[in-house]
């Protein structure tokens, strides 16, 4: 459609509100009623894996959720497996690890996968016919250097363009990738998260940056590779190695945490810390096995390991 003073934009398409992600793997919003069964309060059985969203699940700016010490404490007591997921691109594993360790939660860079992993591994299956330009911080230039691509700051010779969460986003930046799409190259971003929540009311996210070269250039990214995709979903459980019928994920949001667990089959708890209030759940179009008011909700009543 071309407007008045001569430049053209992408027809109007349908917003989502919702509690942190409207896209599933670059796909216009979906809003599906899955999981319509009764919601437990408490956890009735133990798994054999257990999957943590970190940022308003396990903490909270840093600081264990209530409850949060104990009920790690009691997850790997059991001898579950025992993994660390986040759609934060700005840091990498090991600096999460460190973080889970100062808390007093054992882990170690492995146990923490992040939307990078997922972008390695997409990139892996579906690799870029030539350098990649990003619209990203540093770290995912090293992170994709690292594994093997070239990074390019020049638009007629990128292949693709990577869209992450950049606190340096600027129109230079954006003009750049928009000359390469406009040139065909395609789009893959890290995560879907509009925003990221913080306690002096949030930080614009990946979304936002995506958001804007897609209304640019009317190309709609391939893939969102983070929270809730099918991509995010394989690396967590080839990492694993557990039937996800016998593995939990446990977050604070609906549609990235909760809605991962229904990408790839697994149980979910929702977990009442962080991002979602209770009266979301009603009427909510995607619902968890499980909402814990906190993490000792994942300890089944009478459990031998109940009272370690
Ligand atoms: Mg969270």
Redo the contacts with the bound molecule.
């Keep these: 459609m071309r407007t008045s003073t001569g430049c053209w934009h992408a027809p109007p398409r349908p917003v989502a509100v919702c509690d942190?992600a409207s896209r599933i793997d670059g796909e216009g919003p979906r809003v599906t009623v899955v999981g319509a069964g009764a919601i437990a309060r408490r956890a009735d059985r133990r798994y054999a894996a257990y999957v943590f969203?970190?940022?308003?699940?396990v903490h909270v700016d840093g600081q264990p959720t209530p409850g949060a010490l104990t009920a790690l404490a009691w997850v790997h007591a059991t001898g579950a497996r025992v993994a660390f997921l986040?759609?934060n691109p700005l840091q990498p594993g090991t600096a999460y690890a460190l973080m889970l360790e100062r808390m007093g939660i054992p882990a170690t860079p492995s146990d923490v996968i992040t939307s990078l992993d997922a972008l390695v591994r997409y990139l892996r299956a579906h690799p870029p016919d030539g350098p990649v330009l990003l619209v990203a911080e540093p770290l995912v230039g090293e992170v994709l250097q690292g594994a093997g691509w070239t990074i390019t700051t020049d638009p007629n010779e990128a292949a693709m363009v990577v869209v992450s969460w950049d606190r340096g986003f600027s129109y230079e930046r954006l003009l750049a990738a928009f000359r390469a799409v406009r040139r065909g190259a395609r789009i893959v971003a890290t995560n879907p998260d509009p925003f990221c929540?913080t306690a002096d009311g949030g930080l614009p996210d990946c979304a936002a940056m995506l958001a804007a070269l897609e209304a640019c250039t009317g190309a709609r990214a391939e893939a969102v590779v983070g929270k809730p995709s099918v991509h995010m979903a394989t690396a967590i459980l080839d990492h694993l190695g557990t039937p996800p019928a016998d593995t939990l994920m446990v977050?604070?949001?609906l549609l990235?945490?909760v809605g991962l667990a229904r990408t790839a089959g697994m149980a979910s708890g929702l977990?009442l810390t962080?991002?979602t209030d209770p009266t979301a759940l009603e009427g909510a179009t995607v619902r968890p096995d499980l909402a814990l008011t906190s993490l000792l909700d994942l300890i089944p009543a009478g459990d031998p390991l109940e009272h370690p």
Excluded: K, S, V
């Excluded at 969203?53 to 699940?57: A, E, P, S, V, W």
């Design positions: 942190g969203d970190l940022d308003g699940t986040t759609n929540p977050g604070d949001r990235t945490d977990a962080g991002a």
